[in-house]
DNA sequence: TCTCGCTGCGTAAACGTTAACGCATGCCCC
DNA sequence: GGGGCATGCGTTAACGTTTACGCAGCGAGA
């Protein structure tokens, strides 16, 4: 039934097959294949136009078994992959891409816990290290005890609890600033949040630069105008139906990042009023869509790239045995200015 | 400057160590890591709890050597990594998991075509298989030869050139039958499409479906209903522009993805129509936000999840050497009904 | 002509694990 | 009491590649 070529049957080439064709010893294919090593030209071309003809590709298990690095790096990830994972991954890949490093994806299933710490006990080593991007402290524990017993690792976007375990990540509390400090200047005094999901490390800190902004300029806090959300469209819909029932509702709303700042838009559309004339919207995150919603989005960005980027770049130091420069790294958010904000009415 | 822990400093444990500490050989140590072989209860006990102790894993290198597979397959797919490959991936890593196989991670970034050709001449054979998620005919070559030298190779949702190549997909033409269909009965008579890409399958096939239900019920086609898109949010919107800007507009329009449905939506509702009332709008995918448009978006639904867990089965078969039973499946696709499709007006 | 040094290549050990084989040991049954 | 068999474990070859070592051949300088 099956239309599987197999030219070869089942056989594949080793590098004796190699030397075998070229009238050589496997050492000289070594030679050849690797550019060190005394070699003469002609049997190198000779050589390799053989490994051309015949497709010879090495075997990377021998090839890491004595090279004692397998040139793979895991990345775990919780199970959902969205936008903040899409970007980041390709912040990670620039850098692993030239190191000649490959990505292994390891998905955490929530459900499969128990399989996955029997997984961790039985799992053979297969990389040189991994990059966390888990946002909430789920049960890493067995990673984390592979750090300790000198395993590379570097988390992303949220302090593990081992403050000895390197980490990368936005300033989520800075951006939050940012974005109710625009909001302050456009000369807003009622200012409302929609939290994200306060159980993961980024909710927290943007509420927090939140508060703090407004403490700063002295506005007195209620506690109305804090209403939770989880980052999901959803709640972010929900949560902006129930400020538009106050008797006065804020004339600006934060929302803890693009999806729910979106949802809110359309409930704030479907009401009846106009954006930015009488609710003004900021962002977080700078999604790929936050420029093409109507009115494109105000947001603070996150350079979710570059936190991938300097996450693996440290995490290729660790495999070197270099020391980190820091262990905790937070890079700047910018605000991106859009049409979803303005002066209040 | 370096925080990073060295309890055992750079020495890995190996498993003459464990040998060692338990005072047994290495074959005995290996046998109670395996189930297989003969071992006494109480050593293996005794073993295990060393094991456990001192945190030791196998070399996955020396392991995969002498296995001669790497439970390893690896995934190539083109740089951008959004909601489409965030569910196909889901039910790959299902299919996969239980089998005992991780997910390489192959990022396909454009520019780096020629280092990637290069890659693949140096690419030391890292997997048992490969999962080609590529929209477009983009140069794969380097996969297809290993194909015809025995690699085990399916591609996801387009046909390669090469039609001994196992492929599975959403069937594109039934789905966009489905959707037309749909708003004929409704009563529509003047049906556009705001079509995909067309330099990939998946376009072109909708394209054919959207032709062949109107011609199939002896509908004018007008060349003015064909408005081209490219899968993407911008170029949905700017092509409902153009068909608002038609002197008779069309009263259904048919958006090729899920996101080009979401933008059109945007742009009638800013032209201060009312959907369905006006237009109704039948989207392609199901994205998770298809449910969260305001209204909520009627569309075509492809089992995306289920396209992953085929095609990693299929891949796990030829990875075992079990003939395929089919070697291109196309699975059904199903018309979500929700609020964007109504009567005519 | 002899020696020295360099070049090109073969040889074999090593990487860490599995599994086939074989050898004691102890038990059962006749 | 002895033959046979099952059990538990040690020994070692094998997996496919790299690399340190060593040796032959050759050209150059004295």
């Known amino acids: 039934m099956s239309t599987r070529p197999q030219p070869e049957p089942n056989e594949r080439l080793h590098i004796k097959d190699v030397a075998r064709l070229a009238g050589v010893s496997t050492g000289t294919v070594s030679?050849?294949?690797?550019?060190?090593?005394?070699?003469?030209?002609?049997?190198?071309?000779?050589?390799?136009?053989?490994?051309?003809?015949?497709?010879?590709?090495r075997n990377a298990s021998a090839l890491s078994l004595v090279g004692s690095r397998t040139g793979i790096v895991e990345v775990v990830v919780t199970s959902v992959i969205d936008e903040y994972f899409g970007q980041v991954i390709l912040g990670i890949n620039q850098a692993l891409r030239p190191a000649g490093y490959s990505i292994?994806?390891?998905?955490?299933?929530?459900?499969?816990?128990?399989?996955?710490?029997?997984?961790?006990?039985?799992?053979?080593?297969?990389?040189d290290g991994a990059l966390l991007i888990v946002p909430k402290h789920v049960n890493e524990g067995e990673l984390l005890r592979q750090y300790q017993r000198g395993y590379p690792l570097v988390v992303v976007d949220h302090r593990s609890g081992d403050p000895a375990v390197p980490?990368?990540?936005?300033?989520?509390?800075?951006?939050?600033?940012?974005?109710?400090?625009?909001?302050?200047?456009?000369?807003?005094?009622?200012?409302?949040?929609?939290?994200?999901?306060?159980?993961?490390h980024s909710g927290r800190e943007r509420l927090r630069g939140y508060r703090e902004a407004?403490?700063?300029?002295?506005?007195?806090?209620?506690?109305?105008?804090?209403?939770?959300?989880?980052?999901?469209?959803?709640?972010?819909?929900?949560?902006?139906?129930?400020?538009?029932?106050?008797?006065?509702?804020?004339?600006?709303?934060?929302?803890?990042?693009?999806?729910?700042?979106?949802?809110?838009?359309?409930?704030?559309?479907?009401?009846?009023?106009?954006?930015?004339?009488?609710?003004?919207?900021?962002?977080?995150?700078?999604?790929?869509?936050a420029a093409a919603t109507t009115p494109p989005l105000t947001t603070v960005r996150q350079p979710l790239d570059d936190i991938g980027r300097v996450a693996a770049t440290m995490l290729l130091d660790l495999?070197?045995?270099?020391?980190?420069?820091?262990t905790h790294v937070r890079l700047q958010t910018a605000l991106v200015l859009r049409s979803t904000t303005g002066l209040p009415r």
């Open 31 to 57: 030679r050849a294949l690797n550019k060190r090593g005394r070699i003469a030209p002609a049997t190198r071309e000779r050589i390799l136009r053989i490994v051309e003809q015949t497709g010879f590709v």
């Open 214 to 289: 407004l403490a700063q300029v002295g506005m007195p806090r209620s506690g109305e105008d804090v209403v939770e959300g989880d980052y999901s469209p959803g709640s972010g819909a929900d949560a902006m139906r129930r400020l538009l029932r106050q008797a006065a509702p804020p004339t600006a709303v934060f929302a803890c990042n693009d999806h729910m700042a979106r949802a809110a838009l359309d409930v704030i559309k479907e009401a009846g009023l106009a954006i930015p004339r009488d609710i003004s919207i900021v962002g977080f995150d700078d999604f790929p869509f």
């Open 167 to 200: 980490s990368v990540s936005a300033s989520h509390y800075e951006g939050a600033r940012q974005a109710v400090a625009h909001l302050l200047e456009l000369g807003h005094r009622h200012i409302a949040i929609i939290t994200g999901d306060l159980s993961e």
């Open 104 to 127: 292994l994806l390891r998905l955490h299933v929530p459900d499969e816990e128990r399989e996955r710490y029997y997984a961790g006990q039985l799992s053979r080593r297969t990389a």
């Open 319 to 326: 495999i070197d045995g270099q020391p980190l420069a820091d």
